[in-house]
Nanobody
Framework: QVYPVESGGGLVQPGGSLRLSCVTSGHTFSTSAMGWLRQAPGKEREFVATINWNGGRTYYADSVKGRFTISRDNAKKTVYLQMNSLKPEDTAVYYC?????????????????WGQGTQVTVSS
């Protein structure tokens, strides 16, 4: 079990940066794949990035590739999402989620434990 809590969202101008953090509790963080997913108003929840248990493998949605970086610190049970060159279309609620089977999936349905989300708004 992994219980994520996100922080770090806010309002930023286009071209700016934000760093999201996800602190977790529970027993299986170090063996879980972790993901960041987002949901914009009126849209379905979508995959953003995922990282495997030891940080050796990452995958990104095409829309964020080259701008976002996912990382993790197993000692702190924390996952990060560094977001650079932000665009208005990145505006969404961002969720941190755990896949305790370690699949590192791009499928939203493969994530079992979700945080409450943090709002990111990109606007001038």
């Amino acid at each position: 079990q992994v219980y994520p809590v996100e922080s770090g969202g806010g309002l930023v101008q286009p071209g700016g940066s934000l760093r999201l953090s996800c602190v977790t509790s529970g027993h299986t963080f170090s063996t879980s794949a972790m993901g960041w997913l987002r949901q914009a108003p009126g849209k379905e929840r979508e995959f953003v990035a995922t990282i495997n248990w030891n940080g050796g493998r990452t995958y990104y949605a095409d829309s964020v590739k080259g701008r976002f970086t996912i990382s993790r610190d197993n000692a702190k049970k924390t996952v990060y999402l560094q977001m650079n060159s932000l665009k208005p279309e990145d505006t969404a609620v961002y969720y941190c989620a755990a896949d305790t089977y370690g699949r590192g999936s791009m499928d939203v349905g493969d994530y079992e434990y979700w945080g409450q989300g943090t709002q990111v708004t990109v606007s001038s």
